[in-house]
């Protein structure tokens, strides 16, 4: 179908009459010479020549199925002309973004849920990641395709912005992405699909904020550990999840900060999660103060100084060196002496203002000379060298310090002001475990927190860290937006059975969109249950039933009467299923059967109805513990549709043929 082929295009001004002729020289990408023509083009008028070259322009390009384009330059009695590429549009186009999207889905697809499976991705030097997190495992494949780059950066995007809830954005797209080019190939044109998933995206927010999403304060502590349960349930930590659910509470409650605003705000990043070899998981300590995976500088030091005054430096504390390619010629020994001792007080000058300074605790990212080691120990003040500047950075702001870089000040003369000090209620070196690390509690302007995890080896360790970044975001997003929602495919049915009814109230042609949009969240349940090893049909099947009976029966009668369509039209979504479990609604009997089908809606709380992997059935996931941020799921619908939308919107891809080096022999035998 794509040819690939290069066009060389000679213009040529015929100066007998004035008119163009065009000579194509196609090749094909093998090389060879395929065909040549002249064309001769154009009348002798110079304003119509223009027009004539476009018209017979698209007329070559057709001719050649070929990408063409022509730079035409008048004055030139002869140009070269140019272009090798490669140009898809319309449906192969959508075709091929669509396969790309699938193919990336697809690899996340089967490590989606709390029975999902875990990827082992090796890079080309051998570095194996052991991950069952989607944006980690999308950021380690080496994605060429344009489209599947584009779901990549969505799964970057989610976890930045969130942090957990990757993999379901990645699907969701996918799978919207899938329906969309389906309508398209009914002749359904893009914009009206792009148009239908923007409405149906805002009701759907509206009816999840309004009717699905409880307030957390309502359910307390209990509901926080849930939710950390839920987000690490699919994790290498899950079968610990119990413990590690109250550690995650507590770290983030710990780091509960208010900013100028009056915003309350619990910064992930001031939960340190330090990663020490050796013993098992549930070995894993929280420790309400910032770790710092260092020890003193020297042993004669003090190990524990209460009423902690900081100083975070970020510069060399050994002996200054004269710069390099500094020559000083002296014919005096004692003057060389002299320049030792000086090179040796410039530092131990430096100490010394940064003790006078009221500092008690000396922190830097380089190096301490043991010169200086004897003034700290003199002072009773203690030293760390080597800090990572990431930990300093957050120590500054935990304590109120000042990261310093270098002591100079405007004028040139060197000075340390008390004022870039820190405090802390106390610095202590403790031993944790086998390891030694430097511990600073009671720290003044935020609170801070650290995890030292423990696991048997690096891969472990890294995905038990990866895991409860996860889960802290999971519940800081909760904490802050004071909203959940059931999980286990509960939203997503909800706004499936919803969006499906509400499409019919939509006159124009979107309604399409919309019950395609309405379809395409039901992937998550599907997903959900096939990975765990259920008949994801019986139960989907299930859970839709139980959401239309809660949702019909829920509403006002009297809207109820009007929102259907006479004798329950909407056949796909009737919530009268015949069940085989016969649990649901009975019969499609009269007024009391509807009453007492109402009365068991209201009392199973169906409408928080999700699945229950564990049971192989559908249950109420609120009771059973399974619940997530609302704000996860309507950044999930959102980032979904805005990437699908990105896609749909391409229509042509123009891929230029890498230039060709070196075919050219310049004479000189290389
Ligand atoms: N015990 C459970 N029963 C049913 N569903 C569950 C349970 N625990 C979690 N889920 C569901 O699993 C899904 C989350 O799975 P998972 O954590 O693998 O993916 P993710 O959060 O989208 O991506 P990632 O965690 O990789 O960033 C949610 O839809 C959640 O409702
Ligand atoms: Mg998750």
Not at 347 to 371: W, Y
Request: aromatic fraction near 4%; glycine fraction near 8%.
């Amino acid at each position: 179908m794509t040819d690939i082929f290069r066009c060389i295009l000679l213009l040529e001004r015929n100066a007998g009459n004035n008119c163009l002729d065009v000579f194509v020289a196609c090749f094909e990408s093998s090389g060879m010479k395929r065909d040549e023509t002249r064309h001769n083009f154009g009348g002798p008028c110079e304003a119509r020549r223009g027009v004539t070259f476009f018209e017979h322009r698209i007329a070559l390009t057709q001719h050649y199925n070929n990408f063409v384009y022509c730079v035409y330059t008048p004055h030139h009695t002869c140009g070269l002309l140019v272009l090798g590429g490669q140009k898809i549009t319309g449906s192969d186009v959508r075709d091929q973004n669509v396969l790309a999207t699938q193919a990336i889905a697809n690899i996340v697809k089967s490590s989606f849920g709390p029975s999902g499976l875990d990827k082992m991705m090796v890079d080309d030097i051998g570095d194996v990641t052991v991950t069952n997190d989607g944006a980690t495992i999308l950021s380690l494949l080496d994605v060429e395709h344009p489209a599947g780059k584009i779901l990549v950066d969505l799964a970057q995007q989610q976890d930045k912005e969130v942090g957990d809830g990757t993999t379901s954005v990645v699907l969701i797209a996918a799978e919207l992405l899938r329906r969309a080019n389906e309508l398209m190939k009914n002749r359904i044109h893009p914009t009206t699909i792009i148009v239908g998933y923007r409405i149906a995206l805002r009701e759907a927010v509206r009816y999840m904020n309004e009717n699905i999403s409880t307030k957390v304060e309502a359910l307390g502590r209990d509901s926080l550990l849930s939710i950390a349960k839920t987000s690490m349930s699919s994790k290498i930590i899950g079968s610990d999840s119990d413990f590690f659910a109250n550690m995650t509470v507590d770290a983030i409650q710990s780091v509960k900060t208010t900013n100028n605003k009056g915003e309350v705000k619990y910064p992930v990043k001031a939960v340190n999660l330090l990663k020490a070899h050796g013993k098992s998981a549930l070995e894993s300590v929280l420790i309400k103060g910032y770790a710092l995976n260092c020890t003193v500088a020297s042993q004669a030091m003090k190990t524990r100084i209460p009423d902690a005054k900081i100083a975070c430096l970020d510069m060399n504390l050994q002996k200054e060196r004269m710069k390099l390619g500094v020559q000083i010629t002296v014919d005096d020994p004692q003057q060389l002496e002299k320049i030792r001792e000086r090179e040796a007080g410039i530092v131990l000058e430096r100490v010394e203002m940064i003790l006078k300074s009221g500092a008690n605790v000396v922190l830097t990212t380089k190096g301490i000379d043991d010169l200086c080691l004897k003034l700290f120990v003199e002072k009773g003040a203690m030293a760390v060298r080597r800090c990572k500047k990431e930990d300093l950075r957050r120590i500054a702001k935990a304590t109120g310090a000042t990261l310093v870089s270098t002591l100079s000040d405007l004028n040139g003369d060197e000075r340390f002001d008390a004022s870039n000090l820190g405090h802390a209620d106390e610095v202590t070196q403790d031993r944790i475990s086998d390891d030694e690390c430097i511990v600073i509690r009671g720290t003044k302007a935020h609170s801070s927190a650290s995890v030292i995890l423990r696991g048997s080896n690096d891969y472990q360790l890294d995905e038990a860290e990866r895991s409860l970044h996860d889960a802290l975001c999971a519940v800081k997003r909760t904490l802050e937006s004071g909203r959940i929602v059931p999980g286990g495919g509960a939203v997503e049915t909800a706004l499936h059975i919803y969006l499906e009814e509400w499409a019919t109230s939509v006159g124009s042609r979107e309604q399409l969109a919309i019950g395609a949009f309405a379809q395409a969240l039901l992937v998550v349940p599907k997903i959900l249950a096939t990975n765990a090893a259920l008949d994801a049909t019986d139960l989907v099947a299930d859970l839709r039933s139980r959401h239309a009976l809660s949702q019909r029966l829920s509403s006002d009668p009297t809207t109820a009467a009007h929102s259907h369509a006479p004798n329950g039209a909407a056949p796909g979504t009737s919530p009268q299923k015949p069940s085989s479990r016969g649990s649901v609604a009975g019969g499609a009997g009269g007024a009391g059967a509807d009453e007492e089908a109402r009365a068991l809606a209201h009392k199973k709380n169906y409408r928080n109805y999700g699945l229950d992997l564990k049971r192989g059935r559908v249950g109420d996931s609120v009771k059973a513990g399974v619940l997530e941020p609302a704000m996860s799921k309507v950044k999930q619908l959102k980032s979904a549709v805005e990437a699908c939308v990105a896609i749909m919107r391409i229509d042509t891809i123009i891929k230029l043929d890498p230039e060709q080096r070196g075919g050219e022999d310049d004479g000189h035998g290389h």
